[in-house]
């Protein structure tokens, strides 16, 4: 049994190892390396002609910082490890199932529905699942801890949407995957999505004045999600504004939140000016904190 599993977390290293390689010598329209970084040239080319503030510098604080997150989180930290673990935590998973004689959690046919379908259905019940986590982030001290690091940006520009700390994908892709395998969706289908997530969290992040018209009832924007990281209402209300791609929760939930133009507002949290400020100190920071 344990053979099995060093055999699925070698493999797994292998695989990855590969994929990476793919990744960066063979640019194609199925490659995430190449679209994380065309969104981020775009997003980036759109804040230099179309500043909302216009005194932020294209190069901003922190700037360097969050592009290494942006390689950390999307690649190395798979790389080391989260993806080779991840296949062996869902082996275990479905083993411990079969204990049950349970085969598959799956309640639903999804895979007869037309893919548009699927991708939409995909699209909205990820993105609520998530807001509902993020929402908890926020509200647990333990894991604020953790979600802290994104709320450490004091000048908002795209990159910042990848500063997070390493254990928030752990909590996301570990709380979201028993509901998403429920009905029928795995770990990693869905390109699209993670394409266009990519997009919208950039933007949400971009020092751009944006809102989509009408669809912002919809559409998470810079425009709303700096609220979000408003220094002010993260200090005495644990936070507005929580969608990542959608912000229909947040409407529908009344956390919505935008009282004004918050092009100027302060960003972070009470002493933010004395937390870590490199990446390593970051992550290991809410270890300190006896977790
Ligand atoms: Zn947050
Ligand atoms: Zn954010």
Redesign the pocket.
């Known amino acids: 049994m344990a053979e099995k599993y060093l055999r699925i977390l070698v493999d797994s290293f292998h695989g990855y190892w590969n994929y990476l390689q793919n990744e960066l010598l063979y640019p194609s329209f199925h490659n995430y390396f190449y679209w994380l970084l065309a969104l981020s040239l775009i997003v980036w080319f759109l804040e230099i002609v179309f500043p909302w503030r216009t005194e932020q510098s294209i190069v901003r604080k922190d700037f360097w910082l969050d592009g290494f997150y942006m390689l950390f989180n999307f690649f190395i930290f798979s790389l080391i490890g989260f993806y080779a673990i991840s296949n062996v935590a869902t082996q275990a998973f479905n083993d411990f199932l079969l204990l049950f004689g349970i085969e598959n959690i799956v309640v639903t046919n999804i895979q007869r529905w037309p893919v548009w379908s699927q991708y939409i259905l995909m699209f909205f019940v990820a993105d609520f699942i998530q807001w509902n986590i993020h929402r908890l982030l926020h509200k647990s001290p333990r894991l604020w801890e953790f979600h802290k690091v994104?709320?450490s940006?004091e000048e908002?520009g795209f990159a910042?949407?990848f500063?997070f700390h390493w254990m928030e994908s752990v909590i996301y892709k570990t709380i979201q995957y028993i509901p998403l395998a429920m009905i029928g969706f795995g770990l990693k289908d869905f390109f699209i999505i993670h394409i266009v997530a990519i997009a919208i969290?950039h933007l949400?992040?971009s020092n751009i004045q944006i809102t989509y018209g009408p669809l912002k009832y919809i559409f998470n924007n810079p425009v709303m999600?700096i609220w979000?990281?408003s220094k002010e209402l993260v200090d005495k209300t644990h936070g507005v504004n929580f969608g990542l791609s959608l912000s229909i929760w947040d409407y529908i939930f009344k956390t919505a939140y935008i009282p004004k133009s918050g092009r100027d507002i302060k960003l972070g949290f009470e002493k933010v000016e004395r937390y870590p400020q490199n990446f390593f100190s970051q992550v290991i920071q809410p270890f300190k904190k006896g977790i």
């Open positions: 994104h709320h940006v908002m910042a949407h500063r969290g949400n992040h999600h979000h990281h």
